[in-house]
Nanobody
């Protein structure tokens, strides 16, 4: 059993910063890709940023240059540093990870955190 737990988030004024964390726990052998998604009211969930186990990153064009994704493999934890926040960044942010929890290729699955609200006021 693998659990992802989001933390961070909250209310901030436009131009401000927030840091999100996502910690994975449980039966973990390896975590390959870790992702941050977000979903605004009335919109589809979108991929914000991703990071591989070797540290390669990708960002949505809407956040590139403002958000930074990172991870600490020793702690099975991922972070999202969000700077220069805009009202359009308001959403529920979810972390997700592809986790190997056993020796077999069948033991690989995708897991999600519970989500955390980020609200940016204008």
């Amino acid at each position: 059993q693998v659990q992802l737990r989001n933390s961070g988030g909250g209310l901030v004024q436009a131009g401000g910063s927030l840091r999100l964390s996502c910690s994975a726990s449980g039966s973990i052998i390896a975590i390959t890709v870790m992702n941050w998604y977000r979903q605004a009211p009335g919109k589809q969930r979108e991929l914000v940023a991703s990071i591989t186990s070797s540290g390669s990153t990708n960002y949505a064009s809407s956040v590139k240059g403002r958000f930074t994704i990172s991870r600490d493999n020793t702690k099975n934890t991922m972070y999202l540093q969000m700077n220069s926040l805009k009202p359009e960044d308001t959403a529920v942010y979810y972390c997700a990870a592809t986790v190997q929890s056993g020796p077999s290729s069948w033991d690989v699955g995708d897991y999600w955190g519970q989500g955390t609200q980020v609200t940016v006021s204008s």
